[in-house]
């Protein structure tokens, strides 16, 4: 049996109405509505708002996707749409499973906006809570193949810039994530009283990575590190303690992993490996390195140490993490024999080819527009997928 109830797959418009992956789950919760937020108290780029009131006028408006806004809810976390996922987690693992048995729960935050009850706001000093490090010249030596400026700073940047509100943003985002860590609180206490606790599999992990102020940006979507790595847990019933492992891996490698620890018949034609060895022994040898792929044409190859990142266009990007792990310095100019190794090996697993983009579909383009998706029906996505 498999249960869902919360956002798992990105939800897409299509001339059927809004595709969430309900296909997935024998039984699927779609998760309910938004909290209400205290717009007196809203911080907003979209709607130029400060604190509830009008900003000065910006020349950052509203650039597209989900709007950069933080600020508390009304009312207590019990009222949330998150935590009211979680507590229907938390009763079904009270429940008497005679099958085995996947549950799937889908939290939103930290996505934007950072719409949380005041207590998770509560938990950092606005006058002491600062955002990392950020250099104003971060961009400068990641240059196209003529030598132009490849990036420049994102329109969410230059208004929390504009109107000092880079520790004020990185605040939000922290009791965000203090607000889902709340929640997975309510699933783990109701995982540790029910009876499948000694025989259960748990996996945390998020879908992206987010930046918060590096590279001079915000949100994710691109190439380099703070975007492209994400959270990942797993605990297995036979685990008496934490152990961290340094070893890269890769979310299709997700599902192979479970097949092997469930004892399922193993499937030949699947991209990822399985990555249940490092689970028995965190710090054996791992010569696997990590592609990610971000829009096509573009794609980030991480080693243990190195990160290289090719273009579209042919501009190029390589770091030593081991010195430079906030990713500051560009080496793909220097000439060390040890750059220059790492840099060939790494673009030496870039992909020859890559999948093409999935258009929209004519007699769902009017659907699109009006739901603001790009349409992409179940049968063209797992097209897409066995392309991948």
């Known amino acids: 049996m498999s249960t869902s109830r919360g956002k798992i797959f990105h939800a897409h418009a299509t001339a059927n109405g809004r595709e969430r992956g309900q296909w997935a789950f024998d039984v699927y919760h779609s998760g309910g509505s938004g909290s209400r937020v205290d717009m007196s108290e809203v911080y907003s780029r979209d709607k130029n708002l400060i604190n509830g009131e009008p900003g000065p006028k910006s020349q950052h408006p509203r650039s597209g996707g989900s709007e950069f806004a933080w600020g508390p809810t009304k009312g207590g976390k019990e009222e949330t749409r998150d935590y009211q996922t979680a507590q229907w987690a938390a009763a079904q693992l009270q429940k008497q499973h005679d099958k085995p048995f996947f549950l799937a729960v889908g939290l939103s935050k930290p996505h934007l906006p950072f719409y949380v009850p005041q207590e998770f706001f509560d938990l950092y000093d606005p006058v002491t809570t600062r955002a990392n490090e950020i250099r104003e010249d971060d961009l400068n030596d990641i240059r196209t193949p003529d030598g132009k400026t490849k990036v420049r700073p994102s329109a969410d940047y230059l208004w929390l810039k504009e109107n000092n509100l880079i520790d004020t943003a990185a605040r939000a985002y922290l009791a965000a994530c203090s607000y889902a860590d709340a929640c997975l609180g309510v699933i783990f206490d109701a995982l540790e009283k029910s009876p499948h606790y000694d025989n259960t599999i748990v996996v945390l992990w998020g879908d992206h990575g987010w930046h918060l102020g590096e590279k001079l940006r915000y949100r994710k979507a691109t190439g380099w590190h703070e975007s492209t790595r994400m959270?990942?847990?797993?605990?297995?019933?036979?685990?008496?303690?934490?152990?961290?492992?340094?070893?890269?891996?890769?979310?299709?490698?997700?599902?192979?992993?479970?097949?092997?620890?469930?004892?399922?018949?193993?499937?030949?034609?699947?991209?990822?490996?399985?990555?249940?060895?490092?689970?028995?022994?965190?710090?054996?040898?791992?010569?696997?390195?990590?592609?990610?792929?971000?829009?096509?044409?573009?794609?980030?190859?991480?080693?243990?140490?190195?990160?290289?990142?090719?273009?579209?266009?042919?501009?190029?990007?390589?770091?030593?993490?081991?010195?430079?792990?906030?990713?500051?310095?560009?080496?793909?100019?220097?000439?060390?024999?040890?750059?220059?190794?790492?840099?060939?090996?790494?673009?030496?697993?870039?992909?020859?080819?890559?999948?093409?983009?999935?258009?929209?579909?004519?007699?769902?383009?009017?659907?699109?527009?009006?739901?603001?998706?790009?349409?992409?029906?179940?049968?063209?996505?797992?097209?897409?997928?066995?392309?991948?």
């Not at 018949?265 to 022994?281: C, E, I, T, V, W």
């Open 231 to 388: 959270p990942l847990i797993v605990r297995l019933p036979n685990m008496t303690g934490r152990r961290d492992c340094q070893r890269l891996v890769n979310l299709i490698d997700l599902y192979p992993t479970l097949v092997e620890l469930c004892d399922l018949p193993k499937q030949s034609s699947l991209d990822g490996r399985s990555f249940a060895p490092l689970l028995s022994n965190p710090d054996r040898v791992w010569n696997h390195p990590s592609t990610t792929i971000f829009g096509r044409g573009n794609a980030s190859i991480h080693s243990d140490r190195w990160h290289y990142i090719r273009h579209g266009d042919g501009t190029e990007e390589l770091y030593d993490l081991a010195a430079d792990p906030m990713e500051w310095t560009n080496l793909i100019q220097q000439s060390s024999a040890e750059s220059a190794a790492a840099r060939n090996t790494l673009a030496a697993i870039v992909p020859t080819t890559f999948a093409p983009v999935v258009p929209a579909n004519a007699a769902n383009t009017k659907a699109n527009k009006r739901k603001g998706g790009l349409d992409q029906t179940i049968k063209a996505r797992r097209k897409l997928e066995n392309l991948k």
